[in-house]
């Protein structure tokens, strides 16, 4: 197993984990998820979890990802999604696409490294147009603590503020894919994950 990340205080971590655990069969390496530095057909799984939202070139990743897995790999996939026709059904095309923006938005004001979180039709797609036959995906809600959230990434109050009067005042499509609740000052939404498994044809 080779854990990459293109932070090496990341690596430091997982190396630590696997320590700890006492994983012996796991190295890391420094990696661009789109310019992997591994040999054609090194693996039989690929795999990323909660990091593609952050990649500026979602078609590279995925060509790499097939480059390395050998004829009959597996490529799985474990991200945040936008809301779409599949997490959020009922809506009208055009309040789907405003409410996968703000989500987006959403998301950005809290850590500005995200980059974009992809619907699951357009994984789907980017997936087939990969060369990776799609064989499984389901969606997996996460409820989320606001105070919590924010805390993680270490949002000035200010910006707290921000969030909180997006994530409250929500409505139609965004308010229907987040599913906001306050009690009291606890205040809990919640984000669907969007698990994907692919084969590279052998």
Known sequence: VIASDLTPEM?????????????????TALAD????????????LVMSRIAPHHFPDIAAFLSESRR??????????????????????????????TADKAYN???????????????????????????LKLTHTEHAPKAMDFATWCKTMKVP???VAELRTVLTGASGA?????????KGDAIGFT????????KKPG
Not at 13 to 20: D, H, I, N, P, V
Not at 124 to 131: N, P, V
């Open 105 to 131: 938005g959403f998301e950005k004001k809290r850590d500005p490294s995200h980059g974009r979180a992809l619907t699951t039709a357009e994984w789907t797609r980017a997936i087939g147009d990969a060369g």
């Open 33 to 44: 998820a789109e310019r992997l530095p591994f040999p054609d057909a090194s693996f039989d």
């Open 191 to 198: 984000l669907d994950e969007l698990i994907a498994i692919a």
């Open 68 to 97: 390395v897995l050998k004829p009959g790999g597996t490529f799985a996939l474990v991200d945040n999604v936008a809301p779409d026709e599949n997490t959020t059904p009922g809506f009208a095309t055009s309040d789907l696409a």
């Open 11 to 27: 690596l430091v971590e997982s190396a630590k984990l696997a320590t700890t655990k006492g994983y012996t069969n796991m190295t």
């Open 174 to 182: 965004l308010a229907a894919f987040l599913k906001p609740t306050v």
């Open 157 to 159: 109050q200010d910006t």
